[in-house]
């Protein structure tokens, strides 16, 4: 069995993120694996990266709902996102640090994420995260006294950067050992690494990764 720790980054933002941590904690106690979980800002990562996020294209915002709902049906859970998105998901990554939540992290992160993206609960709102704590038998107040600590805002943005000095650019992602794993779908994946049966030949990654590129976006646009 593996003793491997499978450290995962999140953002309550994403639904996708949702959807991994609701099949991660099963799959790491297959294989005898502790959870690091690790809230990020997403925004951060778009900016570092030069990336838009899915609801602020509109086209892939109709695709995610779409997606989330097929998902959801096929895994037979409810899909009811919160009813304002993107909303401030600063208070609950903040609850969300080990730090703050301590023992509890993984049932406050569980907590918040089924009540955002399968109750449509507010995820902005920090009364409305202290009843959801509450409901967990997690004393939410309290929690909530610690966040506005300059250290604990400052351990969130060094969460962040240091997931960005490792390569994170979205979420969720999930890294075992230097593998980087992003997405939802990348769960099989995943479990074939743990298992000790990932087919990836790392010699002809290496090789791909060191291919030159011909053209770039940039190079089009001096033209245009």
């Known amino acids: 069995m593996s003793s491997k720790t499978i450290h995962f980054y999140f953002d309550y933002l994403s639904p996708y993120a949702y959807f991994a941590w609701r099949r991660l904690p099963a799959l790491a106690g297959q294989y005898e694996c502790q959870i690091e ?119 969130l943005v060094n969460e962040t950067a240091m997931a960005i000095e490792k390569g994170v650019f979205g979420v969720p992602t999930v890294i075992v050992d230097g593998t980087l794993f992003w997405g939802n779908d990348q769960m099989g994946h995943l479990e074939l690494l743990l298992s000790g049966q990932d087919p ?8 791909l990764q060191k291919r030159e590129r011909a053209i770039d976006r940039k190079a089009f646009q001096d033209r245009g």
């Open 37 to 155: 979980a690790h809230p990020v800002v997403f925004g951060k990562l778009l900016d570092k990266w030069g990336q838009l996020g899915p609801a602020e294209i509109p086209p892939k915002q109709q695709w995610l709902n779409q997606y989330c709902l097929r998902y959801a049906a096929l895994n037979g859970f409810e899909y009811n996102p919160p009813k304002q998105h993107p909303f401030n998901p600063l208070a609950a990554l903040r609850l969300s640090l080990k730090p703050v939540s301590g023992a509890d992290q993984h049932k406050v992160i569980s907590a918040l994420f089924e009540a955002g993206w399968s109750r449509g609960a507010d995820l902005g709102d920090l009364p409305t995260l202290i009843d959801l704590l509450v409901e967990q038998s997690i004393d939410g107040e309290t929690l909530s006294q610690k966040i506005a600590d300059r250290q604990v805002k400052d351990a």
């Open 200 to 207: 990836l030949d790392r010699d002809k990654l290496s090789a």
